[in-house]
């Protein structure tokens, strides 16, 4: 006997609607035949029968919406006593109203688990906009990329809208993070072309002397940040977005002081960002030690550096030094580097990593840092690393504005506490970005700014965490969405996982680099697509198919059965979904 559910299809089901049966009570039913169809949000789709059996009871007509889980039906041998299970679905299914059930929304997802204690009101807010007495509908404070977009965004709506930014517009992002890192990555790789061209058949180069000169990547640099600040510059004056230079100071809900200014607002959207992560107070004992901030203005880079820090930023600027002919050293807290990153993928780029010459410890705790040595904790041991040059790249840590407690703004482990539409605990006021805590990722921040804003307009919508996607930038590239292969288990219990090796990518062999691996996890029943994970070539590009595909609730299936173009690497995606299904070609 088998009690049917309303099946969860994806991260953002809450319900579904019962579009049809295909089998009336008494009819038998055959594992793998369609029982009945389903519409969420996104899509409608068939699910199968699980087991062999009669169709002995409907619980649910056609046309009504369930909460996910809920039972629906239930299914039995002929002469199996089925009257128990069926009183207790029946009293399981009349103890939950209609109206208990969440409404289906695009993109739902479910708010930080501690916003209700925080007192984020759940309802909606008559928040003034329009209201004369306001010189503004929303003043953003931060021009960060979910600053300037929500910023943008807002204008378009029609909204009078202020933003302030003490120093350049752009953010973090922008000016010390994503796009000089990139660019500085990007002069790495025509380095390496130099290195390798004789292995593509070029002749006449000396590999041997080639060199970054670090005043022309720096001017490089520069050039590419000043006009994408530029840029954002202009797209705030064409939107006519009233500009502050200056540290804004929140006063209240409806007050932000800018140059000793008072300026009044229906709304805030705080957009202050992060910052760079220190040690423990006492370990360094040196006024020498670098930032990812002044590593990334460098125009004479060290012969040798021990980099404190095994996440992303440590692991991009030990690939770009290491590169560049740096010897690097990372020592890392955890047992792994990458630890957001599924751990076989990880595993992987250590094992590149170390190869390509970098040493790294793991499960090792930095206990001081003077001017010639670092010292660090492992296995009881102390163990001491002679250099000059230190990195700390520990991560970054959310910039919440000083006078945010005190107007009763919830704060929790050192960020802004929100919902899924990006209030906090007083009223008219929203906090998107790096400050709550959520995903430290200039995509997402831009993602919030615009949900914030769109509901500030009264246009609703929420902000879904279940599809974000992440990326690394060394060679081959990290991207990943979604689950990883252990918290999938976690959560799901039964998953299928599906690899497909690049060594056997044509593209890839192409292009001189066979390495890594595509891998998605689904779960084991509906075929749901849980994680997608690539290291390889484009990855960072490529990764946005996944996205795609999670956010539309697609399945495994679906993405194997979408044709790939040949010669490319982005085949190895169809190729793992095959995998998942038992189906692939060329593994």
Excluded at 14 to 19: A, R, T
Excluded at 48 to 58: I, N, P, S
Excluded at 226 to 244: A, H, Q, S, Y
Excluded at 367 to 374: E, L, N, Q, R
Aim: proline share 4%; aromatic share 4%.
């Amino acid at each position: 006997m088998e009690i049917v559910v309303m099946p969860k299809l994806g991260f953002n089901m809450d319900e579904g609607k019962l579009v049809a049966w295909y089998k009336a009570e008494g009819d038998p039913v055959k594992k793998g035949e369609p029982l009945f169809s389903i519409e969420t949000d996104k899509t409608a789709i068939d699910v199968e029968a699980t087991q062999d059996g009669v169709v002995r009871k409907l619980l649910i007509g056609e046309g009504d919406v369930v909460a996910v889980t809920l039972p629906i039906a239930v299914v039995g041998g002929a002469e199996e006593d089925v009257a128990g299970a069926i009183a207790e679905a029946e009293a399981k299914l009349a103890s939950l109203k209609q109206s208990d059930f969440p409404a289906a929304s695009p993109g739902i997802a479910t708010a930080l688990p501690n916003a209700n204690a925080a007192g984020i009101p759940q309802q909606g807010l008559d928040l003034g906009v329009g209201n004369p007495d306001y010189e503004f509908d929303v003043f953003v404070v931060g021009g960060g990329p979910g600053g300037y977009v929500a910023a943008i965004r807002g204008a378009q709506l029609g909204l009078r809208v202020a933003l302030a930014e003490k120093d350049r517009v752009g953010g973090v992002c922008l000016n010390r993070g994503c796009i000089p890192t990139k660019t500085l990555l990007r002069s790495l790789e025509a380095l390496d072309a130099v290195k390798d061209a004789a292995e593509f058949g070029v002749a006449g180069l000396d590999a041997k002397k080639a060199a970054l000169d670090m005043k022309k990547v720096q001017a490089r640099k520069k050039a590419v940040v000043d006009g994408l600040v530029g840029g954002v510059e202009g797209l705030l004056k064409k939107n006519k977005v009233t500009v502050f230079k200056g540290e804004a100071v929140l006063k209240d809900g409806h007050t932000v002081a800018v140059g000793g200014q008072d300026y009044q607002t229906a709304t805030v959207v705080l957009a202050t960002g992060s910052e760079v992560k220190g040690l423990p107070d006492g370990v360094i004992q040196s006024k020498k030690v670098w930032t990812s901030d002044t590593l990334l203005s460098a125009e004479k880079l060290p012969k040798e550096i021990v980099i404190i820090g095994g996440g992303v930023i440590g692991v991009e600027f030990a690939y770009f030094l290491n590169g560049a002919g740096v010897k690097v050293t990372v020592v890392e807290f955890l047992d792994r580097i990458l630890p957001p990153v599924d751990a076989e993928i990880a595993k992987r780029v250590r094992r590149d990593l170390e190869k390509a010459g970098i040493a790294i410890h793991t499960d090792a705790k930095v206990t001081k840092v003077t001017d010639a040595a670092v010292e660090f904790e492992k296995g009881g041991k102390t163990e001491v690393l002679k250099t000059k040059d230190v990195l700390v790249a520990v991560g970054r840590a959310p910039v919440v504005p000083p006078e945010a407690e005190a107007l009763g703004i919830a704060v929790e482990r050192g960020a802004i506490v929100t919902d899924e539409r990006l209030r906090t605990s007083v009223p008219g006021v929203y906090a998107i970005g790096d400050c709550n805590g959520k995903t430290m990722l200039a995509h997402k921040a831009s993602a919030e700014g615009i949900v914030a804003v769109e509901n500030i307009a009264g246009q609703g919508g929420v902000m879904d965490y279940a599809a974000i996607p992440s990326a690394i930038y060394i060679r081959p590239e990290v991207a990943s969405v979604g689950l990883s292969e252990e918290d999938a288990k976690a959560r799901y219990g039964a998953v299928k996982v599906g690899k497909f090796l690049m060594l056997a990518n044509g593209k890839s062999k192409v292009e001189g680099d066979g390495r890594g691996v595509v891998k998605i996890v689904a779960d084991a029943q509906y075929g749901e697509i849980l994680g997608v994970h690539l290291y390889c070539l484009h990855a960072t590009d490529m990764i946005a198919e996944a996205v795609t595909a999670m956010r539309a609730e697609a399945t495994v299936e679906e993405l194997a059965r979408a044709i790939h173009p040949h010669p490319t690497v982005s085949e190895a995606v169809m190729e793992a979904a095959d995998a998942v299904l038992g189906s692939a070609i060329h593994c």
